[in-house]
């Protein structure tokens, strides 16, 4: 199955079970978030007539409580930044502040002139758990969907923590659909970015080094996985800071990230007012 958060006529945020292009309001489920119980969405009445996708003001799939990113889960994004191979997941915050939804605008702010892109597979929780075993892991998982990691590489790279270059307000793209597990298989997803059409990231995501059951272990040995939590798993080769010459998002910039089964994450630039 497949759903998406929006926003009502009314303007109450809503979640909805996409079929073809309509969207079915679940009833008694407004938000995916640490409230939702398991199975709720499957479990969920829905209204029959539906509205058309397009006509809807799409919100992030998800208001974690949680988010998780990893650095440098692929060989490829290992390589160009010239690191040694991890042994151990390289983790990192980001706040639900600035998640924004498929179609919103990703937000350039002003004190930062080296604004890159990420795409990236998104993990949505919908089973809580703690100290979750690699055998049990992907049983904890609602779903998956897409992520823009937006970074600001002049603040990333101003100290060894990287917080500063990852969590700005209003620049993080999720969405459009979650997927449920029955539908994708994670370890088998081709992933790219395409920016003003050209494309610039390409991969599959068999090529992670830690894949989403150990990304799962990892993360709730420390802390408890709630519903709604968001992992993002890395991102592939081809980032813009790495590039010679290097590729930055700029105003008017339309920027696309496509993985298999999921669809097209699509989102255009523009310079905060």
């Not at 998640?99 to 990703?106: D, F, K, Q």
Request: hydrophobic share 40%; glycine share 10%; proline share 6%.
């Amino acid at each position: 199955m497949r759903f998406v958060a929006y926003r009502d006529e009314n303007g109450a945020e809503a979640v909805g079970r996409l079929d073809g292009t309509r969207v079915h309001r679940l009833r008694d489920v407004a938000r995916i978030d640490r409230d939702l119980a398991p199975g709720a969405l499957a479990e969920a009445g829905a209204d029959g007539a539906g509205v058309e996708l397009d006509d809807l003001e799409l919100l992030p799939v998800a208001r974690p409580e949680k988010i998780f990113c990893v650095g440098l889960n692929y060989r490829s994004h290992v390589d160009e930044t010239g690191r040694d191979l991890p042994t151990y997941p390289v983790l990192f915050p980001k706040f639900a502040s600035g998640l924004i939804g498929h179609g919103a605008p990703i937000t350039l702010p002003p004190e930062s002139h080296q604004v890159d892109y990420e795409a990236e597979l998104a993990v949505v929780i919908g089973t809580p758990g703690r100290r979750i075993s690699r055998a049990d892991a992907l049983g904890h998982v609602l779903g998956y969907t897409i992520c823009n990691d937006v970074t600001m590489r002049d603040f990333q790279y101003r100290t060894h923590q990287w917080m500063q270059g990852k969590a700005w307000d209003a620049c993080t793209p999720l969405g459009p659909v979650l997927v449920t597990p029955d539908e994708i298989d994670p370890a088998e997803l081709g992933i790219a970015l395409r920016l003003n059409g050209r494309e610039l990231q390409s991969s599959t995501t068999d090529r992670l080094i830690f894949d989403v059951a150990e990304l799962i272990r990892v993360t709730s040995e420390f802390t408890r996985l709630e519903a709604g939590d968001v992992i993002l798993t890395g991102t592939p080769g081809g980032v813009g800071y790495r590039r010679d010459p290097q590729v930055f998002l700029t105003d008017g910039d339309i920027v696309e990230v496509e993985i298999d089964g999921i669809g097209t994450l699509r989102n255009p630039v523009r310079a905060e007012a």
